[in-house]
């Protein structure tokens, strides 16, 4: 059909058909504007559906659910570890300990043992008392029979102890390796001791008896024995 025709028509069908044109027209431009944004979209990071989505998701709502979403993730999260202290080490154990100084208690085994468990009319107890140094290095002890005390109860009742009725100082240092045992031998008469050295001492009557070793706040194993 010949344009002139179109824009000769009495009808006004000439607008109609350039309305139409230019609606087309606007129609292509629309969709290729749609295509070029979301290839440039697609390139650049996730899509997004609008610029009503793009404001919100700037300025989001407060939104109850993702609120107590948010809150429960921050309760659950692991806590930072917090690094364990660094122990002390107390100055007399950061010191190094030199040969021939007073033994630590802390160093220090005591242990007792019995000849036998039952001992015939007449027959002394003996017993086996020993210290062994398990510090660094050889160190000095006081084994004398007041600091190093063999002691014999009946119950409550306190029988014999090598710590009464001692003459001079009743003192006895020792040198002490490392792992090497100190052992002294010891028999019971089998009579009281007192501390005021009286001659007239009784004499133990046949029963069960303990026997411990002592010093300091050191305690060996008790020794259960009977006199017949």
Not at 127 to 140: A, D, E, K, Y
């Amino acid at each position: 059909m010949d344009p002139d025709t179109m824009r000769d028509g009495g009808d006004g069908g000439g607008d109609v058909y350039w309305r139409r044109r230019m609606s087309v027209l606007i129609a292509v431009l629309v969709v290729v504007a749609v295509v070029a944004w979301a290839c440039s979209s697609g390139s650049d990071g996730p899509q997004r559906s609008s610029s009503a989505d793009s404001s919100a998701s700037a300025t989001p709502a407060a939104d109850p659910l993702l609120a107590g979403l948010r809150t429960l993730a921050l309760g659950t999260a692991s806590p930072t570890p917090t690094p364990n202290p660094t122990p002390k080490t107390s100055a007399s154990s950061a010191r190094q300990k030199r040969p021939g100084e007073p033994c630590e208690e802390a160093d220090l085994v005591l242990s007792l043992q019995g000849k036998q468990e039952v001992y015939a009319a007449g027959a002394w107890p003996n017993f086996l008392v020993s210290l062994v140094n398990t510090g660094p290095v050889m160190c000095r002890a006081d084994v004398g029979p007041r600091a190093m005390e063999l002691r014999i109860t009946s119950g409550d009742d306190r029988i014999w102890s090598t710590s009464d009725c001692v003459s001079g100082a009743g003192g006895e240092v020792r040198e002490l390796q490392r792992g090497v045992p100190y052992v002294r031998s010891l028999d019971w008469d089998r009579r009281r001791s007192t501390t005021d050295c009286r001659a007239d001492r009784p004499t133990a009557l046949p029963g069960t008896y303990v026997a411990v070793a002592r010093m300091g706040r050191l305690k060996s194993h008790k020794g259960v024995f009977h006199l017949r």
